[in-house]
């Protein structure tokens, strides 16, 4: 989801576009912006042509030993094939979990404490390390908030507005930062743009706030009703209290951008999925 928004972005740069998928992908890829499409098998014999940028958005998605262990491998046999083909600069996709949880309202910089939260972020973290003392020329660590998709709280709490009339709260203490993926492509894009040797080690890459859980159900309520459901919210305690957000000071200086989606725009492309 986020290679291919990815892409389109790079595109509308006029970027030169090599994508790499597994060989079990190869008859369901379909090139749409005239990238150029190779085996995964090729990066790890060294054999790509020139690249000035790699955006890596490779790593399982999982809290399953197994699956990370497999992840870190195939890390290892990407950055070899990186260092083998002479890869100038590489931005690595990581996770804001990597951080210690902030109290609400404050935001996590790319200096604050590290204390990740879960197996899944402890990988992130190692990865981040493995692309450092790769002796790849530049590398960047990207440390990105939850993107907004199916597996997110947002699309069940539009999920079950639409079908049910009514959104089940019962962490209202508990504050996300949700982040458009189109948003969030187009940064990445911005980034791979300007000179990799200006690149900081690390940038975060989210909305730049955060909301309680109850604002989202909010918007989630009010997005429906100016589509023509009528929905509650039913709303429980479980005593949970937890903030994820983290500063986008350092990037939006060194890349220009800036999250353009509202939470209204995403809950209105959820409802209409």
Known sequence: MLGGNVVK???EKDARI???????EQEVYVPKHGEEVILNDEIFSGNLPHVDVVVNCAFARSNDAKQLADAFDFTTRLIKGFVKSKVEGVINISSQGVYQRLPAGQLSKE?????PMDLYSMSKY???KMFVLSGIPHVTNVRLASLNMKQ??????VKSAKEEGKIHLNSPRVYASILDVEDAAEALAELAMIPS??????YNLSIGTQYSLDEYAMAVQEVGKRLGYQVEIELSDNGNESAAGTDITQL??????KPKVTNEMMIDKLFKL
């Open 9 to 11: 972005a790079l595109k």
């Open 18 to 24: 090599i994508v790499s998928i597994m060989p079990v």
């Open 111 to 115: 200096d604050s404490p590290i204390a």
């Open 126 to 128: 190692a990865a981040e």
């Open 152 to 157: 997110r709280f947002l699309y069940a709490f």
């Open 197 to 202: 040797s200006t690149w900081k080690p690390v």
């Open 252 to 257: 939006t200086a060194d890349t220009g951008w």
